[in-house]
């Protein structure tokens, strides 16, 4: 029997700028974050219920590619806060690369307001907020 969504798994270039754009910019909290034998890093990332779980390769990595609309794939990680437009003035500020400013979602049956940014590795995050 199902028990709830425990994590997804991405990669990313840098462990340090990847922690601090998630932890420091986000508000996740780090969980678990260690060296492997190889080189390279994973961390877990607490975001309140499920877990974001990250991994530098030792020889780091590409930046991320979109997923074309007619292409399977992950399209975006979305995280739910109070106030969209107070968390998206606040990453603005800080410098986050903007891919699409607060509005009404299209889909107001589940949420109440989005925007779009890249993270560092140019990963699209969907800030979301529920009335």
Same mark, same amino acid.
């Given at each position: 029997?199902?028990?709830?969504?425990?994590?997804?798994?991405?990669?990313?270039?840098?462990?340090? $700028? !990847? #922690? +601090?754009?998630?932890?420091?910019?986000? /508000? &996740? %909290?780090?969980?678990?974050?260690?060296?492997?034998?190889?080189?390279?890093?994973?961390?877990?990332?607490?975001?309140?219920?499920?877990?974001?779980?990250?991994?530098?390769?030792?020889?780091?990595?590409? $930046? !991320? #590619? +979109?997923?074309?609309?007619?292409?399977? /794939? &992950? %399209?975006?990680?979305?995280?739910?806060?109070?106030?969209?437009?107070?968390?998206?003035?606040?990453?603005?500020?800080?410098?986050?690369?903007?891919?699409?400013?607060?509005?009404?979602?299209?889909?107001?049956?589940?949420?109440?307001?989005?925007?779009?940014?890249?993270?560092?590795?140019?990963?699209?995050?969907?800030?979301?907020?529920?009335?």
């Amino acid at each position: 029997m199902l028990k709830s969504f425990e994590h997804v798994g991405m990669t990313v270039s840098d462990m340090d $700028r !990847a #922690v +601090d754009f998630y932890c420091g910019l986000l /508000g &996740l %909290r780090l969980h678990l974050r260690k060296m492997m034998a190889d080189g390279s890093q994973v961390a877990f990332l607490d975001a309140g219920g499920s877990m974001l779980e990250i991994f530098a390769p030792a020889g780091g990595a590409g $930046r !991320a #590619v +979109d997923v074309p609309d007619d292409t399977a /794939g &992950l %399209r975006h990680l979305t995280f739910l806060f109070e106030n969209v437009a107070e968390t998206f003035a606040r990453l603005e500020r800080a410098g986050v690369e903007i891919k699409e400013r607060p509005r009404l979602a299209v889909n107001a049956e589940v949420l109440h307001k989005v925007a779009f940014l890249r993270d560092p590795d140019g990963i699209q995050i969907e800030l979301a907020e529920k009335r």
